[in-house]
């Protein structure tokens, strides 16, 4: 079918985000808790479109509003870029300590915080995205805890959580830069706990936590072809599929 987002005719399917296919397109509309792998979040809400159907008109968050007709879809209307700037505002004041929301802020031209009270450290947007990534993962080590103002990403009892494998997906899809990771000397450090990190055979760099190689292969049953990183596996695949067609080629 095929749906129009800012006067352009663009062609979607049946239960696709809006914001795929918006960046299918060509078309940019900010989102900070959007993932690839992990989709359909509508946590940070900057990703608002407004939506005209027939008569009516209406917001949604465009990274998980599914498309089920012909419609039109404007993603940066004088309404939406107003409620954006507002949404902009409210994370800023939540996590002024991240970078990347530092950026952002004066990239939407924020002025300071005077209404709330802010902590000058806080980087975290609780958009869940780490909770969600760790929960895919399998581990289980972190989640949200408390409510309100205290709401917070934790470990069990803020504890050193034994669940955790080290795999570092929390860090790694964290828009924010709020979960600390640290490698140095081929140990990592996450939510206080130091792995060791394992070498690739064939070319010697630092890839996984033991733990990580162990959960995987063991409890996933997944064959992990000897202790090879992404980028060897491909390579040795690459050449196995070679001899293979070589081999068949001389038949
Ligand atoms: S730590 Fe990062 S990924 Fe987790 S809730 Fe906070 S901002 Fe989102």
């Not at 359909?40 to 968050?61: F, L, P, Y």
């Not at 939407?108 to 902590?119: A, C, G, L, Q, W």
């Not at 081929?186 to 996984?208: A, S, V």
């Amino acid at each position: 079918m095929n749906i129009i987002i800012d006067g352009k005719e663009c062609s979607a399917e049946h239960g696709e985000y809006i914001l795929n296919v918006a960046e299918r397109n060509g078309i940019h509309i900010p989102a900070l808790c959007h993932s690839e792998a992990l989709p359909g979040q509508g946590n940070c809400r900057m990703c608002i479109v407004e939506i005209v159907d027939g008569s009516r008109r209406k917001i949604v968050t465009s990274c998980s509003y599914p498309v089920t007709k012909e419609i039109e879809v404007i993603t940066c209307s004088e309404r939406i870029k107003e409620m954006r700037r507002t949404i902009m505002r409210l994370l800023s004041a939540r996590a002024p300590g991240s970078d990347f929301i530092k950026r952002l802020s004066e990239e939407y031209n924020i002025p300071p915080e005077t209404r709330f009270k802010i902590d000058n450290e806080e980087k975290c947007i609780l958009c869940g995205l780490c909770v969600r990534a760790c929960d895919e993962v399998g581990a289980h080590a972190i989640s949200m805890v408390n409510r309100g103002t205290i709401k917070k990403v934790s470990t069990p009892f803020e504890e050193t959580p034994p669940e955790c494998i080290g795999c570092g997906a929390c860090a790694y899809v964290c828009p924010t830069g709020a979960i600390e990771i640290e490698e140095h000397q081929g140990k990592r450090r996450i939510w206080n706990k130091t792995f060791e990190l394992l070498k690739c055979t064939r070319c010697g760099d630092h890839f996984m936590t033991r733990e990580q190689y162990e959960y995987i292969k063991n409890k996933k049953g997944i064959d992990m072809d000897g202790l090879l990183c992404d980028k060897c596996r491909k390579k040795t695949t690459g050449e196995k599929l070679k001899e293979v067609l070589q081999t068949v080629g001389k038949q």
